[in-house]
């Protein structure tokens, strides 16, 4: 179980495979740290990455939820980053609907070799995240 | 609860590396206690064979039915772990993997949390495991002739490249001659060869090779099929005809074009572009009138190709061989990051030839038909300097053939922004396009100079080698499956597949359902997304799966 004091946001990544997934190796291979609570699940494309998916992360218990995926126009699906794009921003409305704050779901691009970019994405939206404080869902609220 | 599952747990320590930092015989107890686990086992070194033929042995002794890899990164190895698993006579696919160096011990230097998050990890890695589903892998025979459409420098290396690697090459190309731009540059520098000697000598193979069908005055007008039975419809003359090939090469080329907006200028015959210099340079001879100085302008209408200023530079060079006269060449940052560009500029410069850099657009107006150019000179800090010059030479920019533009969208390839081809992938799959088969080389997709094209010709020619040579592609059958009750034939996965990989079919007689190419899927899962009925399963990333792993959310094992 986690311990008590110091509020460790759970955060979701999907990452694609072709590119977030590989900078998050690059990362580890260069010793870069990012946030340990950060959990990485590999996707094929951005563009498998469903509403459903995200929505339930955050039914699960995610404080935080971020989609990775290709710089646009330089996706191996051509449209793959640009469809997780959109559906990022129709979670955003969504959860504002329910009254979560849409901030918690973020979309960004990287390359295979943006290790460094990875750890700042991570540690950012970590500290995004503590800020908002614990999931409304989590809490029960 | 028996459910039959019984997973076998491989950890590995990398060497005894990760064995320094956490304990491993404390996680294999941790991971003993889970449910349906049947085996944990601890390896120092999975990646090499020694281990692997163990890792064999314990799945088949231990009757393991569902395999997770605790190691380094999928990317790596999981490809070798697919085959130890199908070796063991357990379904390849029904691996799953634990990433605890790169994203784990690598990553995060405090050992407690590290050790912490390896336990999620491979608990997130257990979960995905029990949805795993078994893909039977088949094989398809392939047509092992390649098509390859254009004829200008890289589709003729393309079609020799082919034909050394005995593969019949069919090579169109729509003009009446092969040779493409070659035939109209005055010269190649910074290559030392004149065109028509490289081109003579390139023609002479495309003779002598028994592999290669020549196709002048063709033209491809549509493709249906997919990889390794492709079947082109291809224009000659009044008469068309339809022929099968295994795998399609575009490589045809760019055009260039003046755009007299930007410049605010109509050519005229002191104002021309690098296209009618070149003309003029090729039968230089004939030429009436020398021209005593000559202006190149560039980096105003497209300051990022590499085509606008080495063609400036070559011309500059031209000139001063053929015409001596004074030449001058107006940049911005001139771009000299092609092998032996930097040696061309310096030619330039040691023949006489006058480089000013400007960073405000220079003003050109025309007196009594005379041109004079206003510009200030960033290195004598703005300093205004006014040129008279009898001939001044635009710069073009590149753009895609406008037939090519039209066959891409045809056969649903993808664009760019300017309508060029659009790469897979820049960096991983640089000649590869959107659909298994295709393949681009040359200027049709990438800023090329002629050595790089070169090059690239030979790269695809390997691709399709590769594909092809064998005679039969392994083929993962229903990877990504349409569920034909499901189905209600919206078309929507049609349309969002960037592959082209969906055509429709008929389930007994009757009933119209979408139905996906095997060879051309890339499995990206788009279509599961898009599917208003949730009918499409991709069976290694299903819903399933990928919820299972955040089943741990909140807590650690």
């Keep these: 179980?986690?311990?008590?004091?110091?509020?460790?946001?759970?955060?979701?990544?999907?990452?694609?495979?072709?590119?977030?997934?590989?900078?998050?190796?690059?990362?580890?291979?260069?010793?870069?740290?990012?946030?340990?609570?950060?959990?990485?699940?590999?996707?094929?494309?951005?563009?498998?990455?469903?509403?459903?998916?995200?929505?339930?992360?955050?039914?699960?218990?995610?404080?935080?939820?971020?989609?990775?995926?290709?710089?646009?126009?330089?996706?191996?699906?051509?449209?793959?980053?640009?469809?997780?794009?959109?559906?990022?921003?129709?979670?955003?409305?969504?959860?504002?609907?329910?009254?979560i704050d849409g901030k918690r779901v973020e979309m960004f691009t990287l390359a295979p070799n943006q290790g460094s970019r990875f750890a700042r994405i991570a540690n950012e939206v970590n500290e995004r995240i503590k800020e908002l404080g614990p999931s409304p869902v989590k809490s029960g609220a | 609860m028996d459910n039959g599952l019984k997973l076998g747990v491989f950890l590995c320590d990398c060497g005894g590396t990760l064995s320094k930092v956490t304990d491993f015989s404390a996680i294999k107890a941790k991971l003993q206690k889970l449910s349906d686990v049947t085996y944990v086992g601890i390896s120092h070194d999975l990646c090499l064979k020694r281990a692997q033929q163990a890792m064999q042995k314990d799945?088949?002794?231990?009757?393991?039915?569902?395999?997770?890899?605790?190691?380094?990164?999928?990317?790596?190895?999981?490809?070798?772990?697919?085959?130890?698993?199908?070796?063991?006579?357990?379904?390849?696919?029904?691996?799953?993997?634990?990433?605890?160096?790169?994203?784990?011990?690598?990553?995060?230097?405090?050992?407690?949390?590290?050790?912490?998050?390896?336990?999620?990890?491979?608990?997130?890695?257990?979960?995905?495991?029990?949805?795993?589903?078994?893909?039977?892998?088949?094989?398809?025979?392939?047509?092992?002739?390649?098509?390859?459409?254009?004829?200008g420098i890289t589709?003729?290396?393309?079609?020799?490249?082919?034909?050394?690697?005995?593969?019949?090459?069919?090579?169109?190309?729509?003009?009446?001659?092969?040779?493409?731009?070659?035939?109209?540059?005055?010269?190649?520098?910074?290559?030392?060869?004149?065109?028509?000697?490289?081109?003579?000598?390139?023609?002479?193979?495309?003779a002598e090779s028994q592999n290669i069908y020549v196709l002048t005055s063709a033209e491809l007008i549509d493709v249906s099929g997919e990889v390794g039975n492709f079947s082109a419809r291809i224009k000659r003359g009044n008469g068309e005809f339809v022929r099968n090939f295994g795998a399609i090469i575009f490589a045809t080329g760019y055009t260039t074009q003046f755009s007299s907006q930007i410049y605010g200028l109509e050519l005229s015959n002191n104002i021309i572009t690098q296209s009618q210099l070149e003309e003029m340079l090729k039968s230089s001879s004939e030429v009436k009138q020398i021209p005593k100085s000559v202006c190149f302008v560039t980096d105003i209408s497209d300051e990022h190709s590499r085509v606008s200023p080495l063609s400036a530079l070559r011309n500059a060079l031209g000139i001063k061989e053929k015409f001596r006269g004074e030449v001058c060449v107006l940049c911005q940052n001139l771009k000299v990051d092609g092998a032996g560009l930097e040696k061309l500029y310096r030619d330039c410069r040691n023949k006489g030839v006058l480089f000013i850099k400007f960073d405000n657009s220079p003003r050109i107006s025309k007196q009594d038909g005379k041109i004079k150019i206003e510009v200030e000179d960033v290195l004598m800090s703005g300093e205004q300097v006014t040129l008279p010059c009898d001939l001044l030479v635009v710069e073009e920019t590149s753009v895609p053939p406008l037939d090519s533009k039209v066959l891409g969208s045809t056969l649903y390839m993808g664009l760019d922004a300017q309508g060029f081809y659009q790469e897979n992938n820049v960096h991983l799959y640089p000649t590869?396009?959107?659909?298994?088969?295709?393949?681009?080389?040359?200027?049709?997709?990438?800023?090329?100079?002629?050595?790089?094209?070169?090059?690239?010709?030979?790269?695809?020619?390997?691709?399709?080698?590769?594909?092809?040579?064998?005679?039969?592609?392994?083929?993962?059958?229903?990877?990504?499956?349409?569920?034909?009750?499901?189905?209600?034939?919206?078309?929507?996965?049609?349309?969002?597949?960037?592959?082209?990989?969906?055509?429709?079919?008929?389930?007994?007689?009757?009933?119209m359902v979408a139905q996906i190419a095997d060879l051309a899927c890339q499995g990206c899962g788009i279509c599961a997304v898009v599917c208003p009925a949730k009918a499409i399963k991709p069976k290694d990333w299903s819903d399933e799966q990928i919820l299972a792993e955040f089943e741990l959310l909140g807590e650690y094992v």
């Excluded at chain 2, 357990?90 to 050992?111: G, T």
């Excluded at chain 2, 795993?132 to 398809?140: D, G, K, N, Y």
């Design chain 2, 59 to 151: 799945i088949k002794d231990k009757g393991i039915n569902r395999v997770v890899v605790a190691a380094c990164s999928p990317e790596l190895h999981e490809n070798d772990f697919m085959n130890v698993v199908q070796s063991a006579g357990v379904n390849r696919h029904l691996l799953s993997m634990a990433n605890i160096r790169e994203q784990c011990f690598w990553a995060h230097p405090d050992k407690g949390k590290a050790a912490k998050k390896a336990m999620t990890q491979i608990g997130m890695a257990i979960n995905r495991a029990r949805f795993l589903e078994p893909v039977e892998q088949t094989q398809i025979s392939v047509n092992k002739d390649v098509l390859v459409i254009g004829g």
């Design chain 2, 155 to 206: 589709g003729i290396q393309a079609a020799i490249e082919l034909s050394n690697l005995n593969l019949k090459t069919t090579l169109v190309e729509k003009e009446a001659t092969l040779g493409g731009k070659l035939n109209r540059f005055a010269n190649l520098y910074p290559v030392q060869v004149s065109p028509e000697e490289v081109l003579a000598t390139k023609l002479k193979q495309v």
């Design chain 1, 1 to 99: 179980m986690k311990a008590k004091g110091a509020f460790l946001p759970d955060i979701v990544a999907f990452c694609c495979a072709q590119s977030a997934y590989q900078a998050a190796d690059t990362a580890g291979s260069m010793r870069i740290t990012y946030p340990e609570n950060i959990r990485v699940i590999r996707v094929p494309c951005a563009g498998r990455v469903d509403v459903l998916h995200i929505l339930r992360a955050f039914e699960k218990g995610a404080d935080g939820v971020l989609v990775l995926g290709c710089h646009e126009e330089a996706c191996r699906h051509l449209s793959g980053n640009i469809r997780a794009k959109n559906r990022v921003q129709r979670v955003n409305t969504l959860l504002q609907e329910v009254g």
């Design chain 2, 432 to 511: 590869a396009s959107n659909r298994e088969g295709i393949f681009f080389a040359g200027n049709c997709h990438a800023d090329l100079d002629l050595m790089q094209a070169l090059t690239d010709a030979s790269n695809v020619a390997l691709s399709a080698y590769q594909l092809l040579a064998q005679g039969k592609i392994a083929v993962e059958a229903e990877k990504v499956m349409v569920d034909p009750n499901k189905c209600r034939f919206c078309l929507t996965c049609i349309r969002a597949c960037p592959h082209h990989a969906i055509q429709e079919a008929k389930v007994n007689h009757e009933k």
